[in-house]
């Protein structure tokens, strides 16, 4: 159980408001005193009533042990960005009466919560859970401070405070919440029903079906001459294609990433998608890879089919920041050709915002989609899409929509560009990044495009 920080008694030590009420009234009966004698007695009573009453309030907050009201705090190891992360707090009453508790939690700096707090009565010696969410919109170590607890009695006229040394640094990594929702989405997929057929298809891959007798029109380079020995008859090698294909997640991380949409910047959308759908991969039997790139380097972790790739894909996943150059997709064209022999499915998170930005690209998006089954991923400007929508009522309003429009438009015609050329794309609004992105993967799957 977290320990409790030691104070002075100034540091303890709080008046509430009753208590300044009260010297108040008190204050206010002197002064009625000087001009009718018979208050000044009622003025001494009532000081000598609220003397009392502070002792006997002091006394029970303050003669018993400092540890008397304690807190634990429950987080988990990990917190999920972009979503609500439960936090609990279990506080118990050491007093031998009821108490009134605040709790002010010191929360990360990244949150800029300042008065964050929480309140409950708790019976004499009871114990009361708090609960309360976090959302996260940042990636890193989030510090949480000491909980300060505020205890007053009934009489109310004073505060003690303790403070509990629950210090915790947690990370924030990609949004590994929606990996159990997003993983049950893809086994209820209907093309997936147990029943379906599932057509097999002879192949020359190195995944070893059966042996059989050769017949007119079989590869001969398949020919097994121990069995032929044996069975003094031609016998042939069968092989099956293999199911499990190479997918890479490939995150741009240049200046176009950095666009903020619902407190997560681009990039975040794109990680967090990244996690889920590799994730779902994994579950429909292929190998998945990560691929990040900027205006300098290229990261990559490769396509691997063990279930441990998803923890080392989510710990490569954490420690990426967006940069302020554009980043080079030349320098990436170079290094995949050189780095994957095999034809995998490319799902590109990038931005466009414009038909010029996407010309400077565009050739090398070609001669991926060349070797490569190329996906590009886009974002809908959704804050220029609700100006869209909104009813003009001036000039200025007008021309505001019309460059709206036009930017709209643009986006549409990107995806137009990049399909002429036998480039997939998906345009889609940051919040339904994910569910798009792995609707498409099904869909392609079922089509056997991969």
């Known amino acids: 159980m977290p320990g409790a ?83 609990k707090l279990h506080v118990s009453n050491g007093y031998s009466f009821p108490v009134s508790l605040v709790l002010l939690e010191e929360l990360p700096v990244q949150f800029q919560e300042r008065n964050f ?89 190195m995944e070893f079906d059966h042996i059989k007798t050769y017949t007119k029109g079989d590869d001969v380079r398949m020919l097994n001459w121990k069995a032929t020995a044996r069975t003094n008859t031609l016998m042939v090698n069968n092989f099956v294609e293999e199911k499990s294909q190479q997918v890479y997640c490939v995150i741009d991380k240049g200046r176009n990433m950095r666009m903020p949409f619902n407190g997560l910047s681009l990039l975040d959308y794109a990680i967090n998608a990244s996690l889920v759908f590799s994730n779902i991969t994994l579950s429909k039997g292929d190998k998945c890879g990560l691929i990040t790139f900027t205006e300098k380097k290229m990261e990559m972790v490769p396509a691997s089919g063990k279930m441990v790739q998803l923890n080392n894909i989510l710990e490569a996943l954490y420690a990426q920041e967006t940069q302020w150059q554009e980043s080079d997709y030349e320098t990436l064209n170079i290094q995949l050709r050189s780095r994957l022999s095999q034809r995998s499915l490319l799902v590109l998170f990038t931005n ?11 050739p090398y998006l070609r001669k991926l989609a060349r070797y490569h089954l190329l996906l590009v991923v886009f974002f809908e400007n959704t804050e220029l899409k609700k ?40 345009l889609t609004p940051p919040e339904n990044l994910t569910v798009n992105v792995v609707n498409k993967y099904l869909e392609l799957k079922s089509r056997m495009l991969i």
């Open 352 to 362: 466009f915002e414009s038909m010029s930005g996407l010309q400077r690209q565009l």
């Open 117 to 205: 707090q929480l309140s409950a009565k708790v019976a004499a010696g009871g114990t009361h859970d708090f609960s309360y969410a976090l959302r996260p919109v940042e990636r890193g170590v989030y510090a949480f401070g000491h909980t300060n607890i505020f205890v007053s009695t009934a009489l109310g006229l004073i505060t003690r405070r303790f403070i509990t040394d629950n210090k915790a640094d947690v990370g924030v990594y990609p949004s590994f919440l929606q990996l159990r929702n997003y993983t049950l989405h893809a086994f209820l997929n209907q093309r997936d029903h147990t029943g379906v057929h599932k057509r097999r298809v002879i192949g020359h891959s």
């Open 5 to 87: 920080v030691k104070q002075n008694l100034y540091q303890a030590l709080f008046f509430n408001n009753r208590l300044y009420l009260l010297g108040g009234i008190n204050v206010l009966l002197f002064l009625v005193a000087f001009f009718i004698h018979g208050v000044f007695t009622v003025a001494v009573l009532y000081l000598a009533l609220a003397a009392v009453m502070l002792l006997i309030d002091f006394s029970l907050l303050f003669f018993r042990s400092a540890t008397t009201v304690s807190a634990t705090r429950e987080l988990a190891n990990r917190l999920s960005n972009g979503d609500e992360n439960p936090v």
């Open 387 to 426: 100006v869209t929508e909104e009813l003009a009522h001036d000039m200025e309003q007008i021309y505001k929509q019309t460059i709206a429009q036009q930017f709209a438009y643009d986006k549409k015609l990107i995806a137009k560009e990049l399909s002429k050329y036998g480039i997939l794309t998906i």
